[in-house]
Each structure stands twice: as C-alpha cells, then as structure tokens.
C-alpha cells in the first residue's frame, strides 16, 4: 500500500459533511416528511401508547372512526390529529 491509497480520519470527515450537506439539498432526510395518511392499528397503538383493548374501546365508543378493507382497519392520520388536540383542549 502506498500514501497515496491511504484516507484518513478527516478525509473521512470532510467526505461525511459533504454527503450530509447533498442529503439536506435534495431533503431526503429533512423532517418535512409527510406521514401516511391512512395508519393500521398497530401503527395507531404505537403512536398513541395505548393497548389493544384501549383502541377497541375508541372504536366502539365512535372516540376513533376507522374503515375496515377486508379484515383489516385503518385509521385517518387527520382523525387522529384531530382526538390528540381534543385531549389537548381538556
């Protein structure tokens, strides 16, 4: 091997700032990332902290609205904004 194969930690460095600075141009990794607009129950349950029985509780009491496709349920991103700001209000 010779000097000129070798990099060293701040090539490394200047390489890493580099990308980073590429990355947050083309917004790939920006935090203005839209989220799905329909969320399934275990994605509901972990966004929310809450149990199954909790989200079957908001389903029945019509707290949550949520469409069926086959035998699975979806939720409204919006629908969930909207109870997270009432709750907020309280």
């Known amino acids: 091997m010779t000097t000129l194969d070798l990099i060293t930690k701040d090539d ?3 390489f890493k700032k580099e990308l980073f600075d590429k990355l947050e141009k083309l917004n790939i ?3 203005q990332r839209q989220p799905k607009k ?4 275990a994605e509901v349950r972990n966004l929310l902290n809450i149990s199954p029985g909790t989200l079957q509780n908001l389903r029945i009491n ?3 609205p949520f469409r069926k496709v086959g035998s ?5 991103y919006a629908d969930i904004s909207k109870l997270l700001e009432s709750e ?3």
Do not use: F, V
């Not at 329909?38 to 129950?41: A, D, F, G, I, V």
């Not at 699975?72 to 409204?76: D, H, N, P, Q, S």
């Open 88 to 90: 907020d209000r309280r």
């Open 72 to 76: 699975i349920l979806y939720y409204a």
């Open 38 to 41: 329909w969320l399934r129950s």
């Open 62 to 64: 019509g707290t949550l």
């Open 29 to 31: 990794n920006g935090p």
């Open 12 to 14: 490394l460095e200047s």
